[in-house]
């Protein structure tokens, strides 16, 4: 079945760039997204990017894709403290069901 | 619009009670969508509706798990025999049929004493 890994920490400093790698196994996902979690709560859509683009940039938020390697990147620019909390890849493996690795928990110090 | 919404937030049970839960999804959304995420990781798929039609359902949902939507609206989760192995985070999300971009209610924590 698909497979998606994330590195599971990542910590910055606050103004610092913040760039969180995902890689994944199936390639036919029509898009890849990118999710938010803080600590106790449900799961934030941030951004998402369909699988024929390269790159999408929304406000602090770039999504790199490169399809021949399978590896999906998230930039976040300006990291601030609210930006702390786990960020989950997820791809959808030729059905509708969503596939996610097991999180990044970024970490911004001030 | 509201989002998606879910009850309860919080459920303590003890082993071998039943326990059900409710997920209300984006109005205009025909798709609706279980997960269950444990500590420490990702979301893990288990079922989900297409209007009132249940069209999939994980290997991780077992026997004592069973799920419907009557009108193709909410929904609801039940487990019975709640076993300590059940405790968990248990996440909705809806979907339009035709852009499967999911968004996710806050979740209902289930802890099974």
């Known amino acids: 079945g698909e497979d998606v890994e994330q590195s599971l920490f990542l910590s910055v400093r606050e103004g610092d760039s913040s760039v969180i790698n995902c890689t994944y196994t199936d390639s036919s996902s029509t898009y890849l997204y990118w999710y938010k979690q803080e600590p106790g709560a449900g799961l934030q859509l941030l951004t998402y990017i369909f699988s024929n683009m390269d790159m999408k940039q929304d406000q602090r938020l770039t999504v790199l894709l490169n399809k021949k390697d399978k590896h999906l990147s998230l930039r976040i620019a300006d990291t601030q403290t609210g930006d702390s909390a786990i960020y989950f890849c997820a791809v959808i493996p030729g059905y509708s069901t969503l596939t996610f690795g097991k999180g990044t928990m970024l970490l911004v110090s001030p | 619009d509201t989002g998606v919404s879910q009850n309860p937030r919080h459920k303590i049970t003890k082993r071998g009670q039943n326990v059900t839960f409710r997920c209300d999804p984006i109005?205009?959304?025909?798709?609706l969508y279980w997960y269950r995420q444990t500590l420490g990781q990702g979301p893990e798929f288990l079922t989900y509706?297409?209007?009132?039609?249940?069209?999939?359902k994980s290997r991780l949902l077992s026997d004592r798990f069973s799920a419907e939507r009557p009108k193709g609206s909410f929904s609801t989760l039940e487990i019975q025999r709640t076993e300590q192995g059940d405790s968990a985070m248990y996440l909705c999300?809806?979907?339009?049929?035709?852009?499967?971009?999911?968004?996710f209610g806050p979740g209902t924590r289930l802890t099974v004493l």
């Open positions: 109005s205009e959304h025909n798709r």
């Open positions: 999300a809806s979907s339009l049929e035709t852009t499967d971009t999911q968004y």
């Open positions: 509706f297409q209007n009132e039609a249940q069209l999939e």
